[in-house]
């Protein structure tokens, strides 16, 4: 089935330095996603992007962080500077559609970010 | 806000028994989407079922649920558990916005 892509599977960075993930989204998608999951806890929706802008974004989402898809290449985030609690794993995902109830996200596997 | 809970943390059967993960959610919205994803080790979580449709009974590769929107319920179900099916099920839901909230999950594991 369609495959989302995420490079690099674990990271280690100290607290304060940057750090960009990366996402390969399913080709023909138009809607993207990024979750996080702290150990332990549920996934939680950080973000969703579309057409160059992010559409919404949860309190989770600091002003630390940034996404951009510059010119159909991968879906980034970046945060900058890092903190501890920013260790967790990052999920992205994509879809077609964005405003049908019914459409459904594909996830990528994830990328552990570890902030030391 | 919106909400899934998933009661059980981890459940552990023997190969062969039947298979329910409970589900249940809060919402406000009258047409939430319900869906179970599976996540198996070191790959992506995957779509499994997904429903909108009140008392109607989904299903695919063996699993099955159904919404009950009158218990804000979405369990799901299998007649026999394989070996196979050992992995971490998310419940989610969306409501009239276009996050997907999950719930904690739950890790079935499936002994011999």
């Known amino acids: 089935g369609p495959k989302v892509l995420q490079i690099p599977s674990h990271q280690i960075i100290d607290m304060g330095q940057m750090v960009t993930l990366n996402c390969d989204p399913v080709?023909?998608?138009?809607?993207f996603y990024w979750y996080k999951q702290i150990l332990g806890q549920q996934m939680e929706f950080l973000v969703n992007?579309?057409?160059?802008?992010?559409?919404?974004k949860s309190k989770l989402f600091k002003d630390q962080f940034s996404v951009e898809r510059p010119d159909g290449s991968y879906f980034t985030l970046k945060i900058q500077p890092t903190a501890l609690e920013d260790s967790a794993v990052y999920f992205c995902?994509?879809?077609?559609?964005?405003?049908?109830?019914?459409?459904?996200?594909?996830f990528g596997a994830g990328t552990r970010l570890s902030v030391l | 806000g919106d909400s899934v809970t998933q009661t059980e943390g981890l459940v552990t059967l023997t190969e062969g028994l039947p298979v329910m993960l409970n589900c249940t959610y809060q919402?406000?919205?009258?047409?939430?989407?319900l869906f179970w994803y599976v996540h198996y080790l070191n790959e992506s979580p995957r779509l499994l079922l997904k429903?909108?449709?009140?008392?109607k009974r989904t299903e695919h590769q063996g699993f099955h649920a159904t919404l009950h929107k009158s218990s804000s319920s979405f369990h799901l179900q299998k007649s026999s558990a394989q070996l196979s099916d050992s992995a971490l099920y998310y419940c989610?839901?969306?409501?009239?916005?276009?996050?997907?909230?999950f719930g904690l999950g739950t890790t079935l594991q499936v002994q011999p």
């Open positions: 995902a994509s879809s077609r559609q964005g405003l049908s109830s019914q459409n459904t996200l594909y």
């Open positions: 080709s023909n998608h138009l809607y």
């Open positions: 992007f579309y057409n160059g802008k992010v559409m919404e």
């Open positions: 919402t406000i919205y009258s047409n939430p989407f």
């Open positions: 429903s909108s449709t009140d008392n």
């Open positions: 989610a839901l969306r409501g009239n916005t276009r996050k997907l909230i």
